[in-house]
């Protein structure tokens, strides 16, 4: 073999390699770019409209009686309020948050739990007990629905679903970095902080990282119920790569968000 051809042989097989590990990293290779380009008031405004697409399909497509979960939902869902299928039940507009707690609540400034009528701030356990008070005389009677365009909203519903979940299990992991980091800060020398942070980084990654493994697997398994839901009654299969594509694209920038926030 002529060396030139061995050259190239090396050369392609090198190629072939960094685009394997440029594939496989791309996520993250694309958090750390967004962290390095964009402020996180840019990334928060990127992350709002990271579901643009799939939105933008669910208002083209009213038999799917499906919409993005809200702030003050994933909020109720994230401190343990509300289960996932009574979240699905808010995001496929079966109940409102109204009618599940006999009242209107929404996020304040300080993203605290708060009744709209009356401004007054409450807690996880108050919520529950007004859950509670609601009764179950709060779901809607359910409308007729095509038994196959109901499964597909349950799918897309899914997605929310574990999108919440996820959030708020990165939340609990951040929130425990950086009560372990503030709880040391005031001792440490300069140095020491950054060895410490370092430390705390290193040992969480790995959760973070079986944590992301899980949700894509459930990911794709929902994506793959749903594409052949979408097949079977011949609606158009481009909502999976939508959903795959923005919950890609929010992962980087979720990545993107606690890299700047450390």
Same mark, same amino acid.
């Given at each position: 073999?002529?060396?030139?051809?061995?050259?190239?042989? &090396?050369? /392609?097989?090198?190629?072939?390699?960094?685009?394997? =590990? &440029? *594939? *496989?990293?791309?996520?993250?290779? #694309?958090?750390?770019?967004?962290? *390095?380009?964009?402020?996180?008031?840019?990334?928060? $405004?990127?992350?709002?409209?990271?579901?643009?697409? =799939?939105e933008d399909y669910l208002k083209d497509n009213p038999q799917y009686s499906v919409r993005p979960s809200k702030p003050v939902e994933?909020?109720?869902?994230?401190?343990?309020?509300? +289960? $996932?299928?009574? /979240?699905?039940?808010?995001?496929?507009?079966?109940?409102?948050? @109204?009618?599940?707690?006999?009242?209107? &609540?929404?996020?304040?400034?300080d993203k605290k739990l708060t009744i709209t009528e009356t401004g007054e701030q409450i807690d996880s356990e108050t919520a529950i007990?007004?859950?509670?008070?609601?009764?179950?005389?709060?779901?809607?009677?359910?409308?007729?629905? +095509?038994?196959?365009?109901?499964?597909?909203?349950?799918?897309? !519903?899914?997605?929310?679903? /574990? #999108?919440?979940?996820? =959030?708020?299990?990165?939340?609990?992991?951040?929130?425990? %970095?950086?009560?372990?980091? @503030?709880?040391?800060?005031?001792?440490?020398?300069?140095?020491?902080? %950054? =060895?410490?942070?370092?430390? &705390?980084?290193?040992?969480?990654?790995?959760?973070?990282? !079986?944590?992301?493994?899980?949700? $894509?697997?459930?990911?794709?398994?929902?994506?793959?119920?749903?594409?052949?839901?979408? #097949?079977?009654?011949?609606?158009?299969?481009?909502?999976?790569?939508?959903?795959?594509?923005?919950?890609?694209?929010? @992962?980087?920038? @979720?990545?993107?968000?606690? /890299?700047?926030?450390?």
């Amino acid at each position: 073999m002529k060396k030139t051809h061995k050259i190239l042989i &090396i050369f /392609l097989v090198i190629t072939a390699i960094v685009a394997g =590990v &440029i *594939w *496989w990293q791309f996520g993250n290779i #694309k958090a750390v770019y967004y962290w *390095w380009k964009y402020s996180g008031a840019d990334i928060d $405004d990127m992350l709002s409209s990271a579901h643009s697409g =799939v939105e933008d399909y669910l208002k083209d497509n009213p038999q799917y009686s499906v919409r993005p979960s809200k702030p003050v939902e994933e909020e109720l869902h994230k401190d343990g309020v509300i +289960n $996932d299928e009574e /979240l699905t039940k808010l995001i496929t507009e079966e109940t409102s948050v @109204k009618e599940m707690f006999g009242t209107d &609540i929404e996020l304040n400034d300080d993203k605290k739990l708060t009744i709209t009528e009356t401004g007054e701030q409450i807690d996880s356990e108050t919520a529950i007990k007004l859950k509670e008070n609601a009764g179950e005389s709060s779901e809607k009677p359910k409308e007729t629905v +095509n038994s196959n365009d109901a499964e597909i909203s349950a799918c897309v !519903a899914q997605m929310y679903v /574990l #999108k919440s979940s996820f =959030v708020a299990q990165l939340e609990a992991l951040y929130d425990q %970095a950086f009560g372990e980091y @503030k709880a040391v800060y005031h001792q440490l020398t300069e140095e020491e902080r %950054a =060895v410490k942070k370092k430390s &705390i980084i290193s040992s969480l990654y790995p959760k973070a990282a !079986a944590l992301e493994k899980q949700c $894509d697997a459930q990911v794709n398994e929902v994506l793959s119920k749903l594409e052949a839901l979408l #097949k079977a009654s011949g609606g158009d299969v481009s909502l999976v790569g939508r959903i795959r594509d923005s919950y890609n694209s929010e @992962k980087s920038l @979720k990545k993107a968000y606690y /890299l700047n926030q450390i």
